[in-house]
Nanobody
């Protein structure tokens, strides 16, 4: 079983950047596809980006395409979400998740979740 801890969230002005990290322990993340999701107040959790075990396949939500980049460093057991050109509508709690099988955009397919990190973008 893998444990996930997100970090790197915070308050940033619109147009700014943040890099989120998801550090894994318990097992190597090389065994898992990884994803980032977010949940804004009063809204359902939504898919942001996902990456396959090797990093060769990446999925990205249309709302963040061209602005956010998911990457992974299996040697460091860490997954990243680089967020550029942030908008107020990106404000949410961001979660990373791990899936034993292939990368997916489907939230319910993920097996393990972190506790989330808050990202707030001011206008």
């Amino acid at each position: 079983q893998v444990q996930l801890v997100e970090s790197g969230g915070g308050l940033v002005q619109a147009g700014g950047s943040l890099r989120l990290s998801c550090a894994a322990s318990g097992r190597s993340i090389s065994s898992y596809a990884m994803g980032w999701f977010r949940q804004a107040p009063g809204k359902e959790r939504e898919f942001v980006a996902a990456i396959s075990r090797s990093g060769g396949t990446i999925y990205c939500a249309d709302s963040v395409k061209g602005r956010f980049t998911i990457s992974r460093d299996n040697a460091k057991n860490t997954v990243y979400l680089q967020m550029n050109s942030l908008k107020p509508e990106d404000t949410a709690v961001y979660y990373c998740a791990a899936r034993v099988l292939s990368a997916s955009v489907v939230i319910s397919f993920y097996d393990y979740w972190g506790q989330g990190t808050q990202v707030t973008v001011s206008s």
